[in-house]
């Protein structure tokens, strides 16, 4: 054995790794973001916030709770009291003072026709009355002659009666005489003709007062004739001087003008269309389903938007309900009393007086479309 001493192997100790220069930007740990924590009173804002929406989507579209308290209607129009202008009389235009949309008073002219014809006819009339009356003057200075014709046939009755009293009174005494041949027969004949003759002559008065009598009562009866025909008379001038006031056209109301489709020169005729007159009061009209009228009355709160302002939105109230249908006034009626029938919804037309002091409503024009929606609680039933 060897005494030397054994050395030893030393193995090399492993390397230690050298850690690389560390960032704090990359190697710093990312932190979580975390929303604050709400208080109370936020999520009571919230949740008050979101119901109120819910709540306002609800009544925009009339869904429960808010379902059957408001009904509506996209088939309403505003109305107003449209004058169509016509002439009563024929005639060429002489004049047409007015022009397209112009605001207009009641009584103001607005086109005039040519009235010399009508003049001349007014001035015929008042000549004819002027004869009639003359006719009746006449009649009443007959009357009068008549009158005074028939006293003097009074008077002729007088005397007719005083010649047979002497006539009657000369009998008496021829019949005396001739008894005791006082007088011969011829002179008694003689007396006894103009006794006849006496009565005869009374009779002859008697009868000329009867037909004077006659002639005054015909000249009477005649007269309501002639009073008849004067009054006739200005009739005719009456006529005569409307259509000659009719030569000038004038506005029946207050309101604006439509197109002015008359010019001066043409030849019109009763009847013709020669422009129109828009009052400025208007409502609206508007045509509810039967099935949506069961709970309107009349007072409730309307609401209605107009197409041509927007959508604007105006108020009103219910001023009327229509008494039937609008069927029941059609010229030509459905005929449902067959085997083929299908129910078909009716319209009650609903009238809506337009509240005032409202800017836009003076922007209403008749023949717009509007949107309806009526609030049917409140109001009295009709």
């Known amino acids: 054995m060897s005494d030397e001493p054994k050395t030893k192997t030393v193995k090399p100790e492993a390397e230690t790794a050298v850690p690389p220069p560390s960032d704090p930007q990359v190697d710093a740990q990312p932190s979580a973001w975390r ?11 919230i949740i008050t916030a979101a119901v109120l929406a819910i709540l306002a989507i609800l009544y925009a579209w009339d869904l ?3 379902a059957g308290r408001a009904e509506r209607t996209d088939n309403a129009y505003v109305r107003g009291r449209v004058t169509i202008i016509s002439p009563q009389v024929s005639g ?40 009639q009356q003359a006719a009746l003057a006449n009649s009443a200075q007959a009357q009068r002659s008549r009158e005074v014709a028939t006293d003097s046939q009074n008077a002729g009755i007088a005397n007719a009666q005083a010649q047979l009293a002497k006539a009657d009174a000369d009998m008496r005494r021829a019949r005396a005489l001739v008894a005791d041949g006082s007088i011969s027969t011829r002179e008694f004949d003689q007396t006894r003709a103009a006794l006849l003759a006496a009565q005869a002559a009374l009779q ?50 207050d309101g604006q003008l439509s197109e002015v489709g008359v010019r001066v020169g043409a030849y019109v005729t009763a009847g013709t269309q020669l422009l129109s007159v828009v009052p400025h009061n208007v409502w609206v ?44 006034f059609a010229v030509l009626k459905a005929d449902n009393a067959t085997g083929n029938f299908v129910k078909v919804a009716q319209r009650i037309a609903v009238r809506i007086k337009i509240d005032g002091g409202q800017s836009l409503a003076k922007r209403l024009r008749p023949g717009m479309s509007v949107e309806v929606r009526v609030d049917t609680s409140g109001g009295s039933r009709r």
């Open 35 to 45: 929303p604050p924590d709400k208080t109370r009173t936020t999520v009571v804002i």
């Open 64 to 66: 429960p709770p808010f």
């Open 92 to 131: 060429y235009v002489t004049r047409v003072p007015v022009q397209d949309f112009a605001e207009v008073k009641a009584g103001q002219i607005l086109a005039t026709i040519d009235d010399r014809i009508y003049r001349a006819r007014v001035a015929q009339a008042e000549a004819n009355v002027a004869a």
């Open 204 to 253: 002859q008065a008697r009868a000329s007062r009867a037909i004077g009598t006659q002639d005054v009562r015909t000249v009477v009866v005649g007269r309501a004739g002639l009073e008849a025909a004067v009054e006739s008379a200005k009739a005719q001038l009456r006529l005569a001087q409307i259509d000659l006031d009719n030569t000038i056209i004038r506005a029946p109301a």
């Open 285 to 328: 009209i508007a045509n509810f389903k039967e099935a949506q009228t069961g709970g309107m009355m009349i007072g409730q709160r309307a609401r209605f938007s107009v197409d041509a302002l927007g959508g604007a939105e105006l108020t009103g109230r219910i001023e009327n309900l229509s008494p039937a249908a609008g069927s029941e």
